[in-house]
T-cell receptor, first 112, second 114 residues
Framework: DAKTTQPTSMDCAEGRAANLPCNHS???????VYWYRQIHSQGPQYIIH???NNETNEMASLIITEDRKSSTLILPHATLRDTAVYYC?????????????FGTGTKLQVIP | DVKVTQSSRYLVKRTGEKVFLECVQD?????MFWYRQDPGLGLRLIYF???????EKGDIPEGYSVSREKKERFSLILESASTNQTSMYLC?????????????FGPGTRLTVL
């Protein structure tokens, strides 16, 4: 799986959009970008994934650059409950059974 | 919504005890995984299973065994618990298909071995 680089930490004011960047310059053509988050002392929670088109669901939006070397997760109106560590991972599914490998992620602190 | 449940949120056991951690998923997923998560070491795969009665070793299987008798249930067994097995244990499941392999995680079991 391609390596990703994320900032260690970020702050965001409550109610504002949180934009979390991720660099994955070595991504290959069949690798998906996934985002998970982990709230303190809980299991990781799947947020969203994409291949090359921008994606949106009820939790977030995912913007992937045209060259696919980076992406941004957007939480449109951050709340205190969005305080968590956010992990960006890239992985390919080839029909096998692959583990998820998290890096250090970005610790997002939403400030009242 | 996919739901993955784990039998306990917190567990305290003594060294040498046999420990069972249970995981149940309700989405008819083929694949199930057991990880442990430790500060500074990230998420490490212990065992996974891609079908009933099938199991494969992950990166750190020593000291653990697993059982998958039914599709929805995947058990992690610590045959003789040791203090270095104190950790957060996470179960996950995935259904795969169509080039997508989203893993859904349970809430975790924080195990302390005294």
């Amino acid at each position: 799986d391609a390596k990703t680089t994320q900032p260690t930490s970020m702050d965001c004011a409550e109610g504002r959009a949180a934009n979390l960047p991720c660099n994955h310059s070595t991504i290959s053509g069949n690798e998906y970008v996934y985002w998970y988050r982990q709230i303190h002392s809980q299991g990781p929670q799947y947020i969203i994934h994409g291949l090359k088109n921008n994606e949106t669901n009820e939790m977030a939006s995912l913007i992937i650059t045209e060259d696919r070397k980076s992406s941004t997760l957007i939480l449109p109106h951050a709340t205190l409950r969005d305080t968590a560590v956010y992990y960006c991972i890239v992985r390919v599914w080839d029909g096998g059974y692959q583990k998820v490998t998290f890096g250090t992620g970005t610790k997002l602190q939403v400030i009242p | 919504d996919v739901k993955v449940t784990q039998s306990s949120r917190y567990l305290v056991k003594r060294t040498g005890e046999k420990v069972f951690l249970e995981c149940v998923q309700d989405m008819d997923h083929e694949n199930m995984f057991w990880y442990r998560q430790d500060p500074g070491l990230g998420l490490r795969l212990i065992y996974f299973s891609y079908d009933v009665k099938m199991k494969e070793k992950g990166d750190i299987p020593e000291g653990y065994s697993v059982s998958r008798e039914k599709k929805e249930r995947f058990s992690l067994i610590l045959e003789s618990a040791s203090t270095n097995q104190t950790s957060m244990y996470l179960c996950a499941s995935s259904g795969g298909g169509q080039g997508i392999d989203t893993q859904y995680f349970g809430p975790g079991t924080r195990l302390t071995v005294l």
